[in-house]
T-cell receptor, first 113, second 110 residues
Framework: KAGVTQTPRYLIKTRGQQVTLSCSPI?????VSWYQQTPGQGLQFLFE???????NKGNFPGRFSGRQFSNSRSEMNVSTLELGDSALYLC????????????FGPGTRLTVL | LAKTTQPISMDSYEGQEVNITCSHN???????ITWYQQFPSQGPRFIIQ???TKVTNEVASLFIPADRKSSTLSLPRVSLSDTAVYYC???????????FGTGTRLQVFP
């Protein structure tokens, strides 16, 4: 079956702009988690959605938000972009919440100029 | 949340067995131990998961002592393609915010 897909794969934005990233989970998976990965901070948890509800949120400012649709697809939005938001944004889907096997997508590489 | 501690890096040669140990002193009763592998510019990939004793699959073994305060990922006969970062996670099926630590960067030399 198809894996987790993320669009777009690469994105270049300028400071102050906003961006929306999309994630399509594996069919049947109801949990979608988002992570930010940078060389300095490593892999950091952003938030998790399960059945259209945000279950958990990491320590990121309110500029980072997300949502999940009834088909489990998820989007994350970053408003008022800052240079420090440049990162690889990874989406992972799993059957359930918590420590189920997570399947990661290829990520979206965001560059903020 | 159970905090994990791993070595920052390890070196090995092709054909050798590699053992990466993770410490998780405050693991909870319903927590499982999971290992992921990540190559540059790719998302992490699940390797193995276990609760206690020993688990083995086609790519690795996971050893967990009786007190469960640590675990060891064993990679038999590594190859150059095993060069990657390996993460240890601890949590239950109702755990919030799974935390990926700094991971262990494994470098395999020919």
């Amino acid at each position: 079956k198809a894996g987790v897909t993320q669009t777009p794969r690469y994105l270049i934005k300028t400071r102050g702009q906003q961006v929306t990233l999309s994630c399509s989970p594996i069919s049947g998976h109801r949990s979608v988690s988002w992570y930010q990965q940078t060389p300095g901070q490593g892999l950091q948890f952003l938030f998790e959605y399960f059945s259209e509800t945000q279950r958990n949120k990491g320590n990121f400012p309110g500029r980072f938000s997300g949502r999940q649709f009834s088909n489990s697809r998820s989007e994350m939005n970053v408003s008022t972009l800052e240079l420090g938001d440049s990162a690889l944004y990874l989406c992972a889907s799993s059957l359930g919440q918590g420590n189920y096997e997570q399947f990661f997508g290829p990520g979206t590489r965001l560059t903020v100029l | 949340l159970a905090k994990t501690t791993q070595p920052i890096s390890m070196d090995s040669y092709e054909g050798q067995e590699v053992n990466i140990t993770c410490s998780h002193n405050n693991i909870a009763t319903n927590d499982y131990i999971t290992w992921y592998q990540q190559f540059p510019s790719q998302g992490p990939r699940f390797i193995i998961q276990g609760y206690k004793t020993k688990v083995t699959n086609e790519v690795a073994s996971l050893f967990i002592p009786a007190d469960r305060k640590s675990s060891t990922l064993s990679l038999p006969r590594v190859s150059l393609s095993d060069t990657a970062v390996y993460y240890c996670l601890v949590g239950g099926y109702d755990t919030d915010k799974l935390i990926f630590g700094t991971g262990t960067r494994l470098q395999v030399f020919p």
